[in-house]
T-cell receptor
């Protein structure tokens, strides 16, 4: 079945890079997404990667995909206090239309 | 362009009661999905509606139901509330198209339900 796992917490210093990791089990995943949830708000789509890609860069965000190991990561360069939030990875398989979300990683940026 | 609007934002109910939550999607979006978010279970998919038809359903009991109207607005209903139904209920709209757009969800701020 589908399962997406993330570590629960990550703390970094302002200005450092953050790397949030995610593993998934469904090898038929077609698209993988990163969402951000700030306190009291819904989720906001940050970026996505297609399963035939290894890397995608979008300004301060870099997504790396290792399909062999079913490992996805989100790197945030020059992390700012405004990046403090919960980050969710999500997968969508070809056979399903809904997303399966990970448990979320709480990123805390320390000044 | 207005975002996804969910009402009410907060509500308190007691066990055994029923509740109806409302979601107005982004204009032009035909797909509305509902998710339950709890600290213990994370984000769990409830169901998806597209053009007034339920297109997908998660693993929730029949007490959880929903519908979508011709203007794409959606409601979800939970009957015979249990303490474990306390959660943030998130609605997400999307174009409903296939491909990457299928995962491009636009979320509302949620309705926080507390069951006493």
């Amino acid at each position: 079945g589908e399962d997406v796992e993330q570590s629960l917490f990550l703390s970094v210093r302002e200005g450092d890079s953050s790397v949030i990791n995610c593993t998934y089990t469904d090898s038929s995943s077609t698209y993988l997404y990163w969402y951000k949830q700030e306190p009291g708000a819904g989720l906001q789509l940050l970026t996505y990667i297609f399963s035939n890609m290894d890397m995608k860069q979008d300004q301060r965000l870099t997504v790396l995909l290792n399909k062999k190991d079913k490992h996805l990561s989100l790197r945030i360069a020059d992390t700012q206090t405004g990046d403090s939030a919960i980050y969710f990875c999500a997968e969508r398989t070809g056979s399903a239309r809904q997303l399966t979300f990970g448990s979320g990683t709480q990123l805390t940026v320390l000044p | 362009k207005a975002g996804v609007t969910q009402t009410p934002r907060y509500l308190i109910k007691t066990r055994g009661q029923q509740v109806t939550l409302s979601c107005s999607p982004i204009s032009g979006h035909r797909s509305v999905s509902w998710y339950q978010q709890t600290p213990g279970q994370g984000l769990q998919f409830l169901f998806e509606y597209f053009s007034e038809t339920q297109r997908n359903k998660g693993n929730f009991p029949g007490r959880f139901s929903g519908r979508q109207f011709s203007n794409s607005r959606s409601e979800m209903n939970v009957s015979t509330l249990e303490l474990g139904d306390s959660a943030l209920y998130l609605c997400a709209s999307s174009s409903g198209l296939a491909g990457v757009a299928a995962g491009e969800l636009f979320f509302g701020e949620g309705s926080r339900l507390t069951v006493l």
